[in-house]
C-alpha cells in the first residue's frame, strides 16, 4: 500500500477498472438507496452534491469514487418503510455483498444506504467484522432539518457518516459528535466554536467538509488525522482522560 489509503496493491489492481492509482490515495463508497413511497426516486444521492464531497477530498489530494450504479454496484431497493440494525445487516449481505462473502468489494469501498427511516439520523454500523457502513435515514433528516433540501442533507449526512468509517470518532476529539456544541452559548458551544467540521453537531450539513485545525483554539486537524484502514480494521481506544 505504497500511497498508504488502505488498499493494497492487488485491491487497486482490483479498482484500476474504474481509475485507481497505486501511488495516489483512493476512496470508494457504494450508495443503494430504498424507493421513497410512494415510488419516486429520492432517496437516491444528488450528483450534484456529490461533487461537492468529491470536490473536498480533491483538495486533499485524495480521489472520492461515488457508485450510484456506474461502478458495477450502487442500486435501488425494495421500499420499507423502517430500517432496524439487526435488516441493516441483511441488506449489507443481500446487496452489498450479494451473498458472497469473499466479494472484492468487501473490504474496498464503504457501503451506505440511503432510506427513510432507519435506526438514527446517522447511523454508521458494522456490516460484517468491521466498521464500514452508515445508513442515512432521508425523512428523519428532512423533518429534523426543514431548511435544507433533501438532496442536500443526504450528502451531508454522508460526509459524516463516512468520517466515522474513517476513524474519525470521539475518542479521538471531544467535539467530534458532541451534541452539547447545538446548546447555543452553552460551554460546549464555545470551547469548540472554531470547529469548522461536518463532524461537529454544530456544522453538520452546513458544511460539506472536515476540518484542517486551522481555524484556531478548539479546532481540529480531521484531515491530518483520517485512518483509511480504519473501515477494515476497525480498533477504538478509549479518550486519555480516561486511561
Request: glycine content about 10%.
Amino acid at each position: 500500500d505504497p500511497d498508504g489509503d488502505g488498499l493494497n496493491n492487488v485491491e487497486e489492481c482490483f479498482t484500476d477498472q474504474w481509475g485507481s492509482n497505486p501511488y495516489h490515495k483512493d476512496i470508494f463508497i457504494e450508495f443503494d438507496w430504498t424507493v421513497r413511497y410512494p415510488g419516486d426516486l429520492l432517496n437516491k444521492p444528488s450528483g450534484e452534491y456529490i461533487d461537492q464531497m468529491v470536490a473536498a477530498f480533491e483538495q486533499r489530494n485524495i480521489t472520492l469514487h461515488i457508485d450510484t450504479g456506474g461502478l458495477t454496484g450502487g442500486e435501488e431497493i425494495p421500499y420499507k418503510s423502517i430500517i432496524s440494525p439487526d435488516e441493516l445487516c441483511d441488506i449489507y449481505w443481500d446487496y452489498f455483498l450479494h451473498n458472497d462473502l469473499n466479494n472484492p468489494r468487501k473490504g474496498i469501498f464503504h457501503y451506505c444506504l440511503v432510506c427513510d427511516y432507519g435506526p438514527y439520523a446517522g447511523f454508521s454500523f458494522v456490516g460484517c467484522d468491521h466498521l464500514d457502513s452508515f445508513c442515512l435515514s432521508a425523512q428523519t433528516l428532512q423533518e429534523n432539518q426543514p431548511k435544507y433540501t433533501r438532496k442536500h442533507l443526504i450528502v451531508g449526512g454522508a460526509i459524516h457518516e463516512l468520517g466515522h468509517t474513517l476513524g474519525l470518532t470521539v475518542d479521538d476529539f471531544g467535539g467530534n459528535d458532541n451534541m452539547g456544541v447545538v446548546d447555543t452559548f452553552s460551554k460546549q458551544w464555545w470551547k469548540y466554536h472554531n470547529y469548522k467540521s461536518c463532524m461537529n453537531y454544530r456544522y453538520t450539513y452546513k458544511i460539506i467538509d472536515y476540518s484542517d485545525g486551522s481555524h484556531g483554539r478548539g479546532d481540529f486537524d480531521d484531515w491530518g488525522h483520517l485512518d483509511f484502514s480504519f473501515f477494515k480494521n476497525t480498533h477504538f481506544r478509549l479518550p486519555e482522560k480516561y486511561i
